[in-house]
Structure formats: structure tokens, C-alpha cells
């Protein structure tokens, strides 16, 4: 089963892309929600504060997997940071590359922007 939604590029989409996820994911273990909600909410404020743009979700359920995919159209490029411990942000592809079984950036080379995807097992 793959699911999508476009959301708008203002804060209040961040919460809305975590309830989306959850409400297509109200079968699964509790703290698989809550992991791939946390997750979610990361890469949906990185698409939104630093792409600038509004994001798509996907979410693509398999029986051995969830793959998510949050599409911007930002033109930056993610990178994992190392932020000290008084530096207030910072950490969301850490939390990504921590919670997740395996994460990844793509772009497809005629379009603008990028797809910052996990899978949970």
C-alpha cells in the first residue's frame, strides 16, 4: 500500500505530516508510530525551514518494511551535523539515521529539489 499527501510550506504542516502518518499507520505497534511520527516531523521542519517549500509524504507499507519519503523542493543539499550539546538544532537526520533500519537523499536529475527517505523493519 503506498499513501501521499502534499503539504503547504508553513509550520503548521509539520504537525499536520505527523498525524498523517500515524492516522495510516494506526495498526502498527505503538512505538513504531511514534518512531516514524518523530522522524517524520524531523524531515517535514528540515523540507519546510530549509527547502522553503511545501513537501510531499509517502508512505509505502510492505510486509517486511515502511519505507517514508519527505520531497522538497529546496535546493540545499542535507547533511548530517554534529551539533554540541548547547546548540539547539541540529539533530534531525541523527534522529533519522538512529531510528531508522536504513535512510538515504535522492534527486532525479530533471527535477528540482530532493527526497530524503527511511525504511523501519
Request: proline content about 5%.
Amino acid at each position: 500500500m503506498r499513501s501521499s499527501r502534499r503539504f503547504a510550506a508553513d509550520s503548521e504542516s509539520v504537525r499536520q505530516s505527523r498525524e498523517f502518518v500515524i492516522d495510516i499507520l494506526v495498526d502498527a505497534p505503538s512505538d513504531v508510530q511514534a518512531s516514524i511520527a518523530m522522524m517524520v516531523s524531523e524531515l517535514a521542519t528540515n523540507a519546510f525551514i530549509h527547502g522553503g517549500s511545501g513537501f510531499d509524504v509517502t508512505i509505502e507499507r510492505a510486509r517486511a518494511f515502511i519505507r517514508v519519503e519527505v520531497r522538497d523542493e529546496g535546493i540545499g543539499a542535507p547533511a548530517l551535523q554534529s551539533p554540541g550539546p548547547s546548540e539547539p538544532h541540529g539533530r534531525g537526520l541523527q534522529i533519522v539515521m538512529k531510528l531508522s533500519s536504513e535512510w538515504g537523499i535522492s534527486r532525479e536529475p530533471e527535477q528540482v529539489g530532493k527526497t530524503v527517505w527511511f525504511k523501519v523493519n
